[in-house]
């Protein structure tokens, strides 16, 4: 019969000896306690972890991946530094580098297996969302962003008030701190966002100052800077809407791919600084 639980944690039964600390996924849809859970492995996004040696076929309780707080989670034998994303890795494990992120290291480890940690997980560690360029994050009025996972889909969000940022003196010009600083909106990468299959834009508030044709693209480079053309960059456009106003929303054509650095641009001339502006934009990306 089904059920819901509202608490943290939850029983199954245990599919194989189970060490404490360890991630772990269903194996099996029925068992005496619930359905049966093992070790998860490198490519697997965990159920939650175990917290106490559990002997195979004895009930086991999991603390889930969406309870609130941080988790202890095992480490394999490769350091992990904290505020780094943490991965999966095999037999439940968590490591340095993967293709799963499961969360943010709160503290760093030595180097040895078996090597407990705190994890802020993934779906509350805004940390391991995209970091921007200090020509945005010194001069915007806020920048804020977030990745949350469900399942396999990524949501990525970029919350951007371009207030005291300027958009130089050319069409397809790079917007960002008045000359300084390089000004994209952070990476993009496969295991943080997933690969984007659909984004967009929505203006939250009216740009004034500043061109109020804000256009998106994404580069190789993380060198633009305000002033300068994306076009002197490898770039792709993935938007563009004309002026914004308030309360317009616009889909993305394009896509940003794995490693490529976000950028907002002018798409007139007004070589002037923005004294209003919000721009909400979000990506939603699949999990390898």
Same mark, same amino acid.
């Given at each position: ?36 859970? !093992? ?42 530094? !904290? ?80 207030? !005291? ?43 004034? !100052? ?79």
């Amino acid at each position: 019969m089904s059920q819901y639980i509202e608490g943290p944690r939850k029983t199954f039964t245990a599919g194989t000896a189970l060490e404490a600390f360890r991630r772990v996924k269903i194996t099996a849809v029925t068992g005496d306690y619930g359905p049966t859970v !093992g070790y998860a492995g490198v490519s697997d996004v965990g159920i939650g972890v175990t917290e106490e040696y559990t002997a195979s076929g004895a009930p086991v309780t999991i603390r889930l991946s969406n309870a609130p707080g941080t988790k202890k989670m095992m480490a394999t034998a490769a350091a992990i530094t !904290g505020g780094n994303a943490v991965y999966a890795a095999a037999n439940g494990y968590v490591a340095s580098t993967g293709t799963v992120v499961e969360g943010t290291a709160l503290e760093t480890t030595a180097g040895d297996s078996g090597d407990l940690l705190e994890v802020m997980p993934l779906m509350f560690a805004g940390n391991v969302a995209n970091t921007a360029g200090v020509g945005i994050t010194g001069t915007a009025d806020s920048y804020v962003t977030s990745v949350e996972r469900v399942g396999t889909i990524i949501k990525t969000t970029i919350l951007i008030e371009i207030d !005291g940022l300027n958009s130089g003196g050319t069409a397809a010009d790079i917007i960002g701190a008045d000359g300084a600083g390089v000004a994209h909106l952070g990476q993009i990468t496969a295991a943080v966002n997933g690969t984007i299959f659909a984004g967009k834009i929505t203006c939250l508030e009216t740009p004034t !100052g500043g061109d109020p044709d804000v256009d998106l693209y994404s580069a190789t480079e993380a060198t633009g800077v305000e002033d300068v053309g994306i076009g002197t960059l490898t770039a792709t456009q993935h938007i563009n809407h004309g002026d914004w106003a308030g309360g317009e929303q616009g889909n993305l054509t394009s896509f940003p791919a794995a490693n490529k650095y976000l950028y907002l641009v002018a798409g007139d001339a007004t070589d002037a600084t923005y004294s209003a502006g919000i721009l909400l934009i979000e990506l939603w990306g699949k999990a390898a």
